[in-house]
């Protein structure tokens, strides 16, 4: 488990801090070369807040040395590794972002962390498009749309890229499963969690049959693969929201997809990568809980879906103890 986890939720910013990035767009002071003529917050919840910014150039012929008016400027928790993934990844493709088989990255602008707020700034720029929509797909199309948008990413899976979830090996898997294991079974706040025969149960999966997932290819996932993230532009796809990449087994990604797009599993169908899929969202709701979001709703979502990983259809009944 990775991230500079630390306790404590965004707080909003003000306008003297809404640009810290010196020499870009504003300073400190609220003074810069460019003025902001309209913001709009886009999405706002505890671990980022994400806003549309737009430029007021200076009135000369000059190159006002960013690519367009319009910009995306994030406030990220500190927790998170997206600030870190984008400079990264801005450094070693063409335009910040580009990638084979016409999908991309938003273009990586600028970033800075200040200290006194815990808070990441990243400045990205603005995509125009449509949303994509996965309404009507059916399992199997999302599973190929999945794969597709995976096999792009493998790109820019190099040696150093941050992750946030690193599960290259089973060994690194099992090892962040047992760091929230606590968190999944001991009764906390008056909820309880698994109970001892499911806890048992998810040992022995996480210590057995969950190997066999490693026999497959590993590379970069995104961790959040969903048709809310895609956005369709001429040519291509923008793919947004890289706050968990991850590495682990290919596969994952497919599954992970589906579950984030609330498709029901095929009864018929015993998948490992299924059952991978739910604790790899069990692990980030935990880690989210014990480091910045400690709220029972969060640990209950840990909880129901590990539940769902070691086979409740919805984690709850027999898996959990009562309150």
Same mark, same amino acid.
């Given at each position: 488990m990775s991230g500079r986890g630390?306790?404590?939720?965004?707080?909003?910013?003000?306008?003297?801090?809404?640009?810290?990035?010196?020499?870009?767009?504003?300073?400190?002071?609220g003074t810069g070369a460019f003025a902001i003529a309209a913001r709009k917050t886009l999405h706002e919840w505890p671990l980022s807040r994400v806003e549309l910014v737009e430029l007021a150039f200076p009135d000369s012929d000059a190159d006002p040395g960013i690519p367009a008016r319009r910009v995306v400027k994030s406030q990220?928790?500190?927790?998170?590794?997206?600030?870190?993934?984008?400079?990264?990844?801005?450094?070693?493709?063409?335009?910040?972002?580009?990638?084979?088989?016409?999908v991309r990255l938003p273009r990586f602008l600028g970033a800075s962390y200040a200290a006194d707020l815990e808070t990441d700034w990243l400045i990205l720029s603005y995509e125009e498009g449509e949303p994509e929509?996965?309404?009507?797909?059916?399992?199997?199309?999302?599973?190929?749309r999945a794969r597709e948008l995976s096999r792009a990413f493998q790109s820019f899976?190099?040696?150093?890229?941050?992750?946030?979830?690193?599960?290259?090996?089973?060994? %690194?898997?099992a090892a962040d499963m047992d760091r929230i294991f606590p968190a999944l079974t001991?009764?906390? !706040? @008056? =909820?309880?969690?698994?109970?001892?025969?499911?806890?048992?149960?998810?040992?022995?999966?996480?210590?057995?049959?969950?190997?066999?997932?490693?026999?497959?290819p590993v590379g970069l996932l995104h961790g959040d693969l969903k048709a809310d993230n895609l956005i369709r532009i001429p040519g291509g796809t923008?793919?947004?929201?890289?706050?968990?990449?991850?590495?682990?087994?290919?596969?994952?990604?497919?599954?992970?997809?589906?579950?984030l797009e609330n498709r029901a599993p095929d009864p018929a169908e015993e998948n490992p990568f299924r059952r991978l899929a739910c604790l790899a969202l069990s692990h980030w709701y935990?880690?989210?809980?014990?480091?910045?979001?400690?709220?029972?709703?969060? %640990?209950?979502?840990?909880?129901?879906?590990?539940?769902?990983?070691?086979?409740?259809?919805?984690? !709850? @009944? =027999?898996?959990?103890?009562?309150?």
């Open positions: 630390r306790k404590g939720l965004l707080t909003p910013p003000t306008d003297r801090e809404l640009f810290r990035i010196p020499g870009f767009l504003q300073d400190e002071s990220l928790c500190a927790a998170s590794v997206e600030t870190a993934f984008y400079r990264f990844i801005g450094a070693r493709t063409a335009d910040g972002g580009i990638l084979p088989g016409a929509s996965w309404d009507g797909l059916s399992r199997g199309q999302i599973r190929s899976a190099l040696e150093g890229v941050p992750v946030f979830t690193d599960w290259s090996r089973h060994e %690194r898997f001991e009764e906390r !706040e @008056g =909820e309880g969690g698994l109970d001892e025969e499911a806890a048992a149960e998810l040992r022995r999966w996480i210590d057995g049959p969950a190997k066999d997932c490693w026999d497959s923008v793919v947004l929201d890289w706050q968990r990449p991850m590495k682990a087994p290919l596969p994952l990604e497919e599954e992970l997809s589906l579950l935990a880690w989210a809980y014990l480091t910045c979001l400690p709220y029972p709703f969060v %640990r209950s979502m840990a909880v129901r879906y590990a539940g769902m990983g070691i086979g409740s259809p919805d984690g !709850e @009944g =027999e898996r959990r103890t009562n309150p």
